[in-house]
């Protein structure tokens, strides 16, 4: 499968909490481990994270260092390569600054939100839209934590994607089981 020309983006803020307020949530272990690997699996461009506060941004700092350049990285190949792909932001415009110094143009985002808009794009227009050979276009695929993204921060992206399953009495994955579902959606064979 060619490399793709997409990101994946996960935003601590701005998020909702379970009370629909704006909010920065915690760095988790595990979204770092899992969506690194979702990222190199499905051979992206990189992983970002954006977290504004420094004592998190510390924290990713140590859990990368320790699989990449620490003992980890030495216990685990597989793992120090997917974290390679990894890079920590304090900002959202620092995400679109870098990937658009590093390509030459700015990228279009892709909002995900377990609540539906009704102007998302389907999985499969959106896979099409990737897939298109010709389209030099550099894609964010943004990822929200805590209770999904804020929502005006979701409008003013490029794309909406559709929930993975809006119509389920229980819709709240994970954010690694989410990017794992979206990403193949989107990047998979079939």
Same mark, same amino acid.
């Given at each position: 499968?060619?490399? %793709?020309?997409?990101? =994946? ?12 307020? =704006? ?11 899992? =969506? %690194? ?12 994270i954006v977290h504004p506060h420094p004592e998190q941004q510390r924290l990713v700092r140590d859990i990368i260092d320790y699989w990449t350049e620490g003992f980890g990285g030495q216990y685990n190949p597989d793992r120090q390569e997917a974290l390679k792909l990894l ?12 990937? %658009? ?8 985002? =892709? ?65 690694? %089981? ?13």
């Amino acid at each position: 499968m060619n490399k %793709s020309r997409c990101y =994946i983006v996960l935003l601590h803020y701005p998020v909702y909490n379970k009370q629909m307020q =704006i909010i920065s949530t915690s760095v988790t272990n595990l979204d770092i481990h899992d =969506i %690194s690997r979702i990222a190199r699996t499905y051979d992206m461009e990189g992983f970002f994270i954006v977290h504004p506060h420094p004592e998190q941004q510390r924290l990713v700092r140590d859990i990368i260092d320790y699989w990449t350049e620490g003992f980890g990285g030495q216990y685990n190949p597989d793992r120090q390569e997917a974290l390679k792909l990894l890079r920590l932001m304090p900002s959202m415009e620092e995400v679109v600054d870098f990937v %658009s110094e590093t390509h030459g143009k700015k990228p279009k985002c =892709i909002a995900t939100d377990a609540r539906a808009y009704p102007e998302a794009i389907k999985y499969a227009d959106m896979k099409k839209l990737l897939s298109q050979a010709e389209d030099e276009t550099v894609y964010l695929l943004l990822l929200g934590t805590g209770w999904g993204l804020e929502e005006n921060f979701i409008k003013n992206c490029d794309y909406i994607l559709e929930p993975v399953e809006y119509n389920r009495l229980y819709n709240h994955l994970s954010v690694r %089981s989410a990017a794992a579902v979206i990403t193949d959606r989107l990047f998979g064979e079939f």
